[in-house]
């Protein structure tokens, strides 16, 4: 004997709540997906009251700019792999980890760490930033004044930088990265000459930063 089976029908009132619960998931969506894919190439933020990038920023971990070799080992430990090469008339070495590479360059009768570049979202820099940081949260950590065009601050073009003899601070945003520049910084006990440049690269996809990289050195 077959039993009848009832099916269950919705009134008026729980077909509202039911469409109203799947609008709000729609709309939820479709925040998350605006913050996180949006072209940050289009993004005008209002200038905050947070510090330029300076010398102070170029940090990893327990390392910062100039740090010592004999510093960078006992921090990181041995490298994987050990590049020598010579550049402007200096001699370097390239320190690879995994997922994080490590410039040295000669000082006098030792070497000194001169630039970073990580991959891995378990080396944090200044600011409290890493890999995985979001592209918008970078921007809101420095000092940021943008006006129409891709600058953040200033009004020089990284060629433009080479001429002058000043100090220069600037920041870049394109589709693909965030940098921010200082041009002749200064550094205690040691000065450097104007074609001297420290950088910092924040490059991003979908809004996630997945590589960052800095350096002080002879450009």
Do not use: C, H
């Not at 006990?189 to 930063?209: C, L, R, S």
């Amino acid at each position: 004997m077959k039993k009848n089976k009832r099916s269950r029908t919705f009134n008026k009132k729980e077909i509202k709540v039911i469409l109203s619960i799947i609008v709000l998931l729609f709309l939820i969506v479709l925040i998350v997906y605006v913050r996180n894919y949006r072209n940050f190439a289009e993004v005008k933020l209002n200038t905050n009251k947070k510090d330029i990038f300076t010398i102070s920023d170029l940090k990893i971990n327990d390392l910062k700019y100039s740090s010592s070799e004999d510093k960078v080992t006992e921090v990181f430990g041995k490298p994987k792999k050990i590049v020598n090469y010579s550049e402007n008339g200096f001699r370097y070495k390239r320190f690879e980890y995994d997922d994080l590479s490590l410039t040295l360059r000669e000082y006098y009768d030792d070497y000194i760490l001169v630039g970073v570049e990580t991959t891995s979202s378990k080396y944090k820099i200044s600011r409290g930033l890493r890999v995985g940081s979001n592209i918008s949260r970078v921007m809101n950590k420095y000092k940021v004044d943008n006006k129409s065009g891709s600058y953040l601050y200033g009004n020089y073009s990284y060629e433009e930088m080479s001429e002058k003899t000043d100090n220069v601070y600037m920041g870049i945003r394109t589709k693909l990265k965030v940098s921010y520049y200082n041009k002749d910084a200064k550094v205690e006990n040691d000065t450097f000459p104007v074609d001297a440049i420290q950088k910092i690269e924040f490059e991003y996809k979908n809004g996630t930063v997945y590589k960052i990289s800095w350096s002080y050195d002879y450009e």
